[in-house]
C-alpha cells in the first residue's frame, strides 16, 4: 500500500527511539515534504550510515507521487539488535534529482543523551550563495549524568556551518546545557538544503539534530535597506498625480482646516450676546487661530466679528496654556462659531473652548 | 458683570449630521475639516510634505504596497493607472526615486485597466490584479511577472490554506479575444502554488461561480478561518474543507436581492481578522461573526457624498498610523467628485473630513521608503 501523503508541508528531520530494548520490533514514520515546485515520485528508499542494517523501510509503500506543498508519511521500523547507539541516514529516492532524507536513531536503555536544540533547525529561503542570519543552537544533557561532549560535527557541512561553536572536549552537568553558538546557511544549490548535526560524546550515545533551508535563484532589485518607515499619500493632483509624505512629528498642516458648530447654548427664544471665547489648548508651537462667530437674521446681512488669536511657544512644550479672543461681540438667538487656521499656520491641539454670553432679552418677533 | 460660560471640552465628538444641531451633544460638530478628533484632543491633522511631486508616466497612483521577497529584502511599490506600452509598477528607492519594473510581451491587444487594485501576499510574493493585465506578481526581482498559467485576471484577490485566491474574474485577460468578464466567479491556485491554475495539471487548484445569488462579487477577504466573498448586497462565506479535491465550500449567507453587503466595491478595507465596508444603509465594520453599524449619526453628511460620487471609484483602506510616531488607527473612506476623505478613528470612534487641495486621495499607505 502506497504512503500515506497529506497537504502541507511537514518535516522531521529524525526518528528518535529512546529507551527501548529487547527483541521486538519497532515503528515509526517520518514525514518527507516536497519542497519542491514540481510533482515528486518517491521511487525507494536507501539506508546508509553507520547501522543501516538494523533499520528496515519497507518497500510496498512505493512509489508514491507527492505534489508540491504536500508531505508524504514513510515508514520505518528497527528491531534493536542491542548495543548502546544505531544510526542511519534514509534517503528517499526520487523520479529527479530530489533526495530528500533523514535520520533514524535507536537509542538503547539507560543511554545518556545530549539533545541538540532545536532539534530540527529550519532556514528561511535565501538565494544561493548569500549568507543566512546567525541561528542559535545549544546542547542539552537530558540524561542522569554527567554528559561528556567529544564532538560536534555535521554530516556533509556543504551548506550549513557551526560558527562559534564550544571547545571540545566540555562537560555538561545533568539538567545543564552547553553554551549557545551558531549556525549559519549559505546555500550551495537552488532547493532544499539538508545537513544533520551530530553531538559525539564519551560513553554515551550519538546524538542529532536536523538542519533545513530552502536554496533560492531570486535576484533582489532595489532593496530598501533599514526598513524606516514613512505613510503615503498619493493624490490626483488634478492632472499632476504626487504623493505625500506625512510628517508624525509636525501639525503644521499644509491646508487649512476648521471645526465649526451653531449654538444655541441652551436657552432657545433667547438673544444672546457673545462676549468672549476663552479656551486651553497644548503648546505644540507658534501657530494662529480664528474664531469666527456669525449670526443671521432675515433680510439683512449676516453679523460677522473675527478674530485671530496668537497661541503657543517657541518653547513648544506640550504645556497646557490658556488663550482669549476678544473682544468678539455679536448678539444672536443663534450663533455659529468657527474655529480655523489658515494653511502653513502653526500647529493646533485644542482641549477645550469656552464661549462666554449674556442673555439679552427675549426673542422679539422672530424671523 | 458675570457672563455665563458654555464649556465645550474632549473628548470631543465628530461630525453629527444626522439630529438637529440642538438634539446634539455641546462638543459634537457640523463640520471638522483637516482638524483630528484624536486623545480627546481636537488637534490640526498631520503636515503632508512633498515626496514624489511628480510620478513617472504621469498617471494617478492605484495602490502603495510593501513586502519582504525570499532573500529577506524589503521592498515598497506604487500600482498605477494604465498608459499603452509602460509599466503599472515602480518600486520606490531612497531618494525617493520611482524605479520602473519590466513588464512581460504582451498578448494581441491586451489591456491594462484603470480600476483600483487588490493584492495577496503569498511565499513571499505580492499578486496584484485590477481587471486589466493577467494576474501578476512581484517577487522583488526587476520585473512584474505573469501568474504562471492563470486563465486571465481578476478584481480581488486573497489567500486561504495556501490557495491564492482571483474574485471577480476576466478570462482571458482584458483586450485578448474572447476575454469574458465572470462577475460571480471565484477561482482558486493549486494548493501551495499561486502560479498553477490548470485543474487537469493540479487537481487541487478549481473555481466555482456563484450562480445562486443575485448580485455580482464585489470583494474578497480572508478573516480567521473562513474567506468572505462580499457581494452588493450580501456574503457568500468560503470554508476550507482540508480535502485536496475540492478545497472550498461555499455558503451564502444571504440570497436577498437587497440587503447588507459591500455595495461600493473597493470600499472593503481588511485589518487582521476584521474588515470596514459600506453598504447601502451604513458602514459596517465586520470581524466574521459581528456586524457593528459605524456611520453613527454621521451618515447623513457621507453617503451625501457617497450619492455625488463622481469620474473615480469609492474606496477605503484600514491605516494603523502615520508611521509609530503617530498611532491613528481609522477607516479612511475617499469618495471622488466632492474630493473629500471621510476618516473614522478607532479610537475616538468619530468621523472628521480630509481634503487637499492637490486634489483627492488616490491611495495611502505606511511603507519602507529607505
Redesign the interface.
Same mark, same amino acid.
Given at each position: 500500500m502506497p504512503a500515506t501523503v497529506i497537504n502541507g508541508l511537514f518535516s522531521d528531520g529524525i526518528i528518535l527511539w529512546q529507551s527501548v530494548g529487547g527483541p521486538a520490533t519497532f515503528d515509526g514514520f517520518a514525514c518527507v515534504p516536497n519542497t519542491t515546485n514540481q510533482t515528486q515520485t518517491f521511487t525507494g528508499a536507501t539506508l546508509s550510515g553507520s547501522n543501516p542494517g538494523d533499520f528496515t523501510v519497507p518497500a510496498g509503500q512505493f512509489p508514491v507521487t507527492v505534489n508540491p506543498n504536500q508531505t508524504a508519511l514513510i515508514h520505518v521500523s528497527v528491531t534493536p539488535p542491542g548495543g548502546v547507539s544505531h544510526i542511519a541516514l534514509v534517503t528517499i529516492n526520487t523520479n529527479t534529482v530530489f533526495a530528500p532524507n533523514f535520520q533514524v536513531t535507536f537509542n538503547q536503555f539507560g543511554t545518556q543523551y545530549g539533545q541538540p536544540m532545536p532539534s530540527i533547525l529550519g532556514f528561511p529561503t535565501t538565494k544561493v550563495g548569500q549568507v543566512s542570519t546567525f541561528a542559535n543552537y545549544q546542547i542539552f544533557n537530558t540524561g542522569n549524568a554527567i554528559l561528556y561532549v567529544t564532538n560536534i560535527t555535521l554530516t556533509t557541512g556543504t551548506d550549513f556551518f557551526i560558527v562559534g561553536a564550544p571547545i571540545v572536549p566540555f562537560n555538561i552537568p545533568i539538567g545543564g546545557s552547553s553554551a549557545v553558538f551558531t549556525i549559519q546557511f549559505i546555500p550551495t544549490v537552488v532547493g532544499a538544503r539538508n545537513d544533520i548535526l551530530t553531538v559525539t560524546g564519551t560513553g554515551v550515545a550519538d546524538s542529532s539534530g536536523s538542519l533545513t533551508g530552502i536554496g533560492s535563484t531570486l535576484q533582489s532589485a532595489f532593496n530598501l535597506t533599514g526598513g524606516t518607515q514613512g505613510s503615503l499619500f498619493a493624490l490626483s493632483g488634478g492632472g499632476n498625480p504626487l504623493i505625500l509624505l506625512a510628517n508624525p512629528n509636525s501639525l503644521n498642516t499644509e491646508e487649512p482646516g476648521s471645526f465649526v458648530r451653531l449654538h444655541d447654548w441652551q436657552m432657545p427664544n433667547y438673544e444672546k450676546k457673545l462676549m468672549r471665547i476663552r479656551g486651553h489648548y497644548e503648546d505644540l508651537g507658534p501657530a494662529t487661530i480664528s474664531f469666527k462667530a456669525r449670526s443671521r437674521r432675515i433680510g439683512e446681512p449676516d453679523d460677522v466679528i473675527q478674530v485671530p488669536v496668537v497661541i503657543g511657544t517657541a518653547f513648544a512644550d506640550g504645556w497646557l496654556r490658556e488663550f482669549t479672543s476678544e473682544p468678539c461681540p455679536l448678539s444672536g438667538e443663534l450663533i455659529q462659531l468657527t474655529c480655523s487656521r489658515a494653511a502653513n499656520s502653526g500647529p493646533v491641539s485644542i482641549i477645550d473652548y469656552i464661549p462666554e454670553f449674556e442673555p439679552a432679552g427675549e426673542v422679539i418677533g422672530g424671523t | 458683570?458675570t457672563? %455665563?460660560? %458654555?464649556?465645550? /471640552?474632549?473628548p470631543f465628538q465628530g461630525v453629527v449630521s444626522d439630529t438637529p444641531?440642538?438634539e446634539a451633544p455641546?462638543n459634537?460638530?457640523?463640520?471638522?475639516?483637516?482638524?483630528f478628533v484624536r486623545k480627546? /484632543?481636537? %488637534?490640526? /491633522?498631520? %503636515?503632508?510634505?512633498?515626496?514624489?511631486?511628480?510620478?513617472p508616466n504621469?498617471?494617478?497612483?492605484r495602490y502603495?504596497g510593501k513586502f519582504k521577497?525570499?532573500?529577506?529584502?524589503?521592498?515598497?511599490f506604487?500600482l498605477?493607472n494604465y498608459s499603452a506600452g509602460q509599466t503599472p509598477a515602480y518600486?520606490?528607492?531612497?531618494g525617493p526615486v520611482a524605479?520602473a519594473l519590466a513588464i512581460p510581451g504582451l498578448t494581441a491587444g491586451q489591456q491594462g485597466s484603470n480600476q483600483l487594485f487588490t493584492d495577496a501576499h503569498i511565499q513571499?510574493q505580492i499578486y496584484f490584479a485590477n481587471g486589466g493585465y493577467p494576474l501578476s506578481y512581484l517577487?522583488?526581482?526587476?520585473a512584474i511577472q505573469f501568474a504562471g498559467d492563470t486563465p486571465g485576471t481578476c478584481n480581488f484577490l486573497a489567500v486561504n490554506v495556501?490557495h491564492l485566491i482571483q474574485a471577480y474574474c476576466t478570462e482571458p485577460a482584458t483586450g485578448i479575444s474572447g476575454s469574458t468578464v465572470f462577475p460571480r466567479r471565484v477561482r482558486w491556485s493549486?494548493?501551495?502554488?499561486p502560479q498553477e491554475w490548470n485543474t487537469a495539471t493540479?487537481f487541487?487548484a478549481g473555481s466555482n461561480d456563484l450562480l445562486d445569488v443575485p448580485d455580482d462579487i464585489t470583494g474578497i477577504n480572508t478573516l480567521g478561518y473562513p474567506s468572505y466573498v462580499w457581494r452588493s448586497n450580501g456574503i457568500t462565506v468560503m470554508y476550507p474543507t482540508?480535502q485536496?479535491l475540492s478545497p472550498f465550500q461555499f455558503y451564502n449567507y444571504s440570497l436577498a436581492p437587497d440587503g447588507v453587503g459591500n455595495f461600493f466595491p473597493y470600499s472593503l478595507a481588511t485589518y487582521t481578522n476584521w474588515c470596514v465596508f459600506v453598504a447601502q444603509d451604513n458602514i459596517y465594520r465586520f470581524d466574521g461573526s459581528n456586524m457593528t453599524p459605524i456611520g453613527g449619526m454621521t451618515k447623513k453628511k457621507i453617503y451625501a457624498d457617497l450619492a455625488a460620487n463622481s469620474s473615480?471609484q469609492v474606496w477605503g483602506r484600514i491605516?494603523p498610523?502615520?508611521?509609530?510616531?503617530?498611532d491613528f488607527l481609522c477607516y479612511m473612506l475617499t469618495i471622488?467628485g466632492p474630493?473629500v476623505t471621510w476618516i473614522y478613528t478607532f479610537d475616538d470612534g468619530q468621523w472628521v473630513r480630509f481634503?487637499?487641495?492637490?486634489?483627492?486621495?488616490?491611495?495611502? /499607505?505606511?511603507?519602507?521608503?529607505?
Open positions: - | 458683570m457672563f %455665563q460660560p %458654555q464649556v465645550i /471640552r474632549g444641531f440642538t455641546p459634537a460638530f457640523d463640520d471638522v475639516l483637516n482638524f480627546g /484632543r481636537m %488637534q490640526s /491633522r498631520p %503636515q503632508l510634505g512633498a515626496y514624489l511631486p511628480t510620478l504621469g498617471q494617478p497612483v502603495i521577497d525570499a532573500n529577506g529584502n524589503l521592498h515598497s506604487l498605477t518600486m520606490l528607492t531612497a524605479n513571499n517577487d522583488g526581482s526587476n495556501s493549486a494548493s501551495g502554488n493540479d487541487t482540508g485536496g473615480d491605516v498610523n502615520f508611521t509609530l510616531g503617530y471622488p474630493n481634503s487637499s487641495s492637490s486634489g483627492y486621495l488616490t491611495a495611502v /499607505r505606511t511603507v519602507y521608503t529607505n
